[in-house]
Structures are given as structure tokens and as C-alpha cells.
């Protein structure tokens, strides 16, 4: 009998999407509100006009929904999360992000009483100039409270935001916007609140609870019965919202004391079935079965590279099984995809995702020893991505023949002119120069396009690389002894892009058999004494005309097979512009 197995209904991957989905709806109910907040900077009449828009989308029956949906099942995963959790050691960026986030609803249990629920049971009007006069001069302690749970909240989901957009390929350019709408967005709506509490505490005294706007808004329906018709009803429902906090405070509470209780009673059952994780340097911790060999590391402060936070989302925490290989779980899909992206060997398995049952030794492949001697920050910079690109490798013929008679001086004048070319070039032709290696450049095209479009660019740049070099040689030729002939290598390909480099020599650039198969085109061009090699994928994506081009097989070191490419003398490199 075969035995199927099948993929549990809620996956530790859709449980992670439902926590970033509430989470991303609860951030843009808290954008819209504090958008509509920095109006009052114009008027309280244009934040009253807002907010109607604003309780358009929010306050019917599918945006309740929605909302409140979002906000109760983004507390149970952040619940449920917290027990999961095998240690509370973790790096500071995730504490912090944990601490505001329980912080949260002890901050805000009372504004959401005191605006939409006394809106449901009393049929109440919360308007700005109601609201804003209760914190502004019947309470400014419970305005002070409100900033502190706006300034909370909005961290809260900033850093959200930026653990799940950080490796992002688009995310480095649009960051500083981000961070300009993070900082202004909230700064803003600060500046409107007391810009509309100084108003109206200039124009008339505080008015009581039940008291409502004299900014003559009509727009609600039920606007005029929202006066208590007598002092039983106004302390009826006070009682029913003191009764309705008493009862979120509880219940969050209650929550949150369930968890650590659970936690407890886990690691006091868990202390008579430890296992041993076992080092290549000696060191071994002892830790309750159920955690992960990336928590064994922090719990006994082993450094443990593990750049995603713990995620399986990239693979930098890697391990090599040394001993107990035979009886650890099989990877889950999360573990499983990212092992087989990286082609990962046998035995080597992701230590935020693996789980031992037994005693094990395992060798961290990226040694994080090293990192006591890394400056601080240096590693900052994203880690690398396999990305589709191309590269155009170029390269001066005869440059050895060319310079042998000619001074320093004049050498660094040359090549100065000769960079320049190939950097313009480049860079008008939407790709990213990498580097300069002697007399030779490396160019990255659709780090941020398709590769159909890297490959068109490329050539390109291939081609105004050419007719510059031409022009060059014809204001030069009364000094140079021989004219200036380039070669140029491009393919493209599956490519490892990221920050690489130490310190302040840090940068952008690719590795991998794609940028290795492009120098070595280069160097066919040579053996060719042509201006430009093109690999056939290159051909093919741009969809060029190949009409009388020479097509050859050429034999690239490391590779089983030959590459199909395409001789192109300087003639022809025209046709792809």
C-alpha cells in the first residue's frame, strides 16, 4: 500500500503570509488615519471632510470585517509565534519589533473603547474636534498616551516592513523614499494634532463628556442622536465601556500569561529529553528537544551567521551534518526549496529549520569567527540574489604594444579616456558599470529590467563602445602609434548579485559561470581578431538580426558542452543600436 503525504492545511508558510497580510492591512488602516490627521495642519474642517472618506472605507460591515479580522488573527500568530519560539535570545532588530508589538494594546485598548466602540453602543460621534478636545484639555495624559501609542505602533510596522522588503532587488533604491514617508507621515500628523488642540483650546472652554463639534459637520446619519438623553443613560454606558476594557485588557493578558505559562510547563517537561548539539570547534549545548540547531547557537552564544532572522528565506545559516545525519527529520518545504535553489550537498541542512531528535555534530559552513574582526557595519549591505542577467566584459588588444614607448603620465591619460567611454556607454544604455581591471571593464545589465531588456542593452552599449573608440582615434592619431582596438565578451545568465567586499571596499557585483563565460568570450574575440563575441542566449533575448553574422562553437573552460555564439566584426555592430 502506497502512503501519500500531504501538506498540512495551514503550513508554517501560509500561517507566516496571514501574519504579513494583517499585518500590512492593519498598517494601511494606521497610514490613512495619520494621513488623515495631517490635515488638520490645512483646517478641522478639511480633517472632518477626511475622516468621512476614512470611515467610508472602515466603518461598514466589510471593513470591519477586514479590519478587525486583521487585528484579532495578527495577535494570535504573534501569540503563537512568541510559544514557538524554543529561546528568547534573539538579535535586537526582533526583540525590539516583539516589544513594541506586545506593547501595543495595552497602549490603545482605551481609544478604541472610547472612539468605535462607544460609536456602537451609544451611537456616539467621534469626531476630530470631540476627540482631540478630550486629549488635548479634558485629558492631556491620555494624549501623551496616544503619542507614545502612535510613535509605537507606526515603528512597530516599520519594522515589519523592512524585515520583509530587505533583500527586496528594488528595495535599496525606493528605501530612502520610504524612510522620508516613515519619518514625515507621522511628524505630521503630531503637528495637525496640536495644531487643532491649540486651536480649540483658544476658541471656547472644555465641554463634557457627551458634549459634541460645533464645526457644523452634518455628514453622519446619525449625528443628531448622539446626545445622552439623560445621566442614567451616560453612566449606563460608561459601565458597559468600563466592562468591555476590563475585558480586552483581560483577554490580552490572559493571552499573553497562557503563553509564558505554556512555555514553562514546555521547557520543565522538556528538561528530561535534552539533546546535545555538538560543535567542529569542541563547544556543545545541551537543549530541550523541539530546538532548532540556529536557537541551540544563541542559547549557548555561539555566533551563528543567520541574515533572514531565522526564516529559511536565504542560507546563510547553514550547516554540515558531521554526526546523526541518519536520524534527523526530513526538510520541510520552506527548508527544502531553499536547499534545492542552492544546490546544497548531501548532509547539509539549514540550522534555523532543522529540528534534531537526537544528539548531533554540525560545522557551520559560513564560519562566523570572522566577524569579531568586521567592522562594525559592514554588513549592512544586502546579501547576494540569484538574479537573470548580462555581462559585457571589454578589453584593449595590444594594449602592452600600445604603451611600451609612452609615458606614466600619458598611459593614465590614455585609459582615463578610454573609462570614460566604456563608463558612458554603460551608463546610457541603463546598465551598471562594476568594475576596472587594468585595461579591462565589467559591466552588470537587468539588475533592475527584464533580461530581455539587459541583453538589448548590452549590445547597446556594445555598439556605442565601438563608435567612441572610433572618434577617439581620430583625435588621437597623431599619438598613437597603432590605433585603439577593443575586444568585447557579453552573455548572459543566472548570476549571484550582491554587496561584497570588506569595509569601505565594498560594492555591487556579480559571480558565478555567467560573469566567468563572459570573460572568456572576451578573450574568443581576441583569438578571433574581432570587436565583439556574442553567446547565442544573448542573440536570442534581444532578437536581433543575426543576417551574416559568423556563427561558431566555442569551447569554454569548465564547461562539458560548447557555446553557440556569434562572431561580430566592427562593421556590424551597428545593427544593435
Not at 541518519?326 to 520541510?332: A, M, S, W
Not at 536581433?544 to 566584426?569: F, Q, W
Amino acid at each position: 500500500m502506497t502512503i501519500v503525504a500531504t501538506a498540512p492545511m495551514l503550513s508554517e508558510r501560509s500561517l507566516r503570509r496571514a501574519r504579513l497580510a494583517s499585518g500590512l492591512i492593519m498598517l494601511t488602516f494606521l497610514t490613512l488615519h495619520l494621513a488623515n490627521h495631517s490635515l488638520n495642519l490645512i483646517s478641522l474642517s478639511a480633517a472632518e471632510e477626511g475622516r468621512r472618506w476614512f470611515l467610508f472605507i472602515w466603518r461598514n460591515p466589510v471593513g470591519t470585517v477586514i479590519f478587525y479580522g486583521a487585528a484579532i488573527t495578527h495577535v494570535i500568530l504573534v501569540m503563537r509565534s512568541l510559544y514557538m519560539r524554543r529561546t528568547l535570545y534573539m538579535p535586537l532588530g526582533e526583540a525590539l519589533q516583539i516589544i513594541l508589538g506586545l506593547l501595543i494594546p495595552v497602549l490603545i485598548i482605551e481609544h478604541v473603547v472610547g472612539t468605535r466602540i462607544r460609536y456602537e453602543i451609544s451611537n456616539y460621534y467621534d469626531s476630530y474636534e470631540a476627540v482631540i478636545r478630550g486629549f488635548w484639555i479634558t485629558s492631556p495624559f491620555n494624549g501623551i498616551k496616544q503619542t507614545v501609542a502612535l510613535i509605537v505602533i507606526w515603528c512597530h510596522g516599520c519594522i515589519g516592513v523592512h524585515f520583509w522588503l530587505r533583500y527586496r532587488q528594488w528595495y535599496q533604491q525606493a528605501a530612502p523614499v520610504l524612510l522620508t514617508v516613515a519619518i514625515l507621515l507621522p511628524v505630521l500628523a503630531l503637528l495637525g494634532f496640536a495644531n487643532t488642540g491649540r486651536t480649540i483650546a483658544n476658541m471656547s472652554p472644555a465641554s463634557g463628556y457627551g458634549e459634541y463639534p460645533s464645526s457644523g459637520y452634518q455628514g453622519h446619519k446619525n449625528y443628531n442622536s448622539t446626545r445622552y438623553t439623560s445621566p442614567a443613560e451616560r453612566t449606563e454606558v460608561k459601565e458597559d465601556e468600563f466592562l468591555i476594557k476590563t475585558g480586552l485588557y483581560g483577554a490580552f493578558a490572559g493571552g499573553l500569561a497562557l503563553v509564558l505559562a505554556m512555555r514553562v510547563y514546555r521547557r520543565w517537561r522538556e528538561r528530561a529529553s535534552q539533546i546535545q548539539i555538538r560543535y567542529a570547534d569542541g563547544q556543545s549545548v545541551r537543549v530541550p528537544l523541539g530546538f532548532s540547531v540556529l536557537e541551540a547557537s544563541r542559547l549557548g552564544g555561539i555566533p551563528h551567521y543567520a541574515v533572514c532572522g531565522g526564516k529559511g528565506r536565504c542560507s546563510t545559516c547553514r550547516v554540515q551534518v558531521l554526526e546523526g545525519a541518519e536520524t534527523l527529520p526530513p526538510p520541510q518545504p520552506i527548508e527544502q526549496a531553499t536547499l534545492t535553489r542552492i544546490g546544497a550537498d548531501h548532509g547539509v541542512r539549514l540550522a534555523c529549520q532543522l529540528h534534531p531528535t537526537s544528539d548531533i555534530s554540525v560545522v557551520p559552513l559560513l564560519v562566523p569567527s570572522l566577524e569579531s574582526i568586521v567592522p562594525t557595519g559592514s554588513q549592512q549591505a544586502s546579501p547576494g540574489r540569484e538574479r537573470e542577467i548580462a555581462i559585457l566584459f571589454c578589453d584593449i588588444r595590444s594594449f602592452t604594444m600600445l604603451t611600451e614607448a609612452r609615458l606614466p603620465y600619458d598611459i593614465v591619460f590614455l585609459l582615463n579616456r578610454y573609462f570614460a567611454i566604456v563608463g558612458q556607454a554603460v551608463e546610457r544604455s541603463g546598465g551598471r558599470l562594476d568594475k576596472f581591471i587594468g585595461d579591462g571593464a565589467m559591466a552588470l545589465f537587468g539588475l533592475n529590467s527584464s533580461a530581455a531588456d539587459a541583453c538589448s542593452n548590452a549590445l547597446k552599449a556594445a555598439t556605442i563602445i565601438v563608435k567612441e573608440i572610433e572618434r577617439l582615434n581620430g583625435e588621437l592619431a597623431g599619438e598613437l602609434s597603432i590605433p585603439l582596438r577593443v575586444a568585447i565578451g557579453i552573455h548572459t545568465g543566472p548570476a549571484i548579485v550582491g554587496a561584497m567586499g570588506y569595509g569601505a571596499v565594498k560594492s555591487l557585483t556579480a559571480i558565478g559561470d555567467t560573469v566567468n563565460v563572459a570573460s572568456r568570450l572576451e578573450t574568443v574575440a581576441k583569438e578571433f581578431d574581432v570587436t565583439l563575441v556574442v553567446s547565442e542566449p544573448v542573440i536570442t533575448l534581444a532578437g536581433s538580426d543575426t543576417t551574416g553574422l559568423d556563427v561558431r562553437e566555442v569551447a569554454i573552460r569548465g564547461r562539458a558542452l560548447p557555446l553557440r555564439v556569434y562572431i561580430v566584426p566592427q562593421e556590424s555592430s551597428v545593427r544593435f543600436v
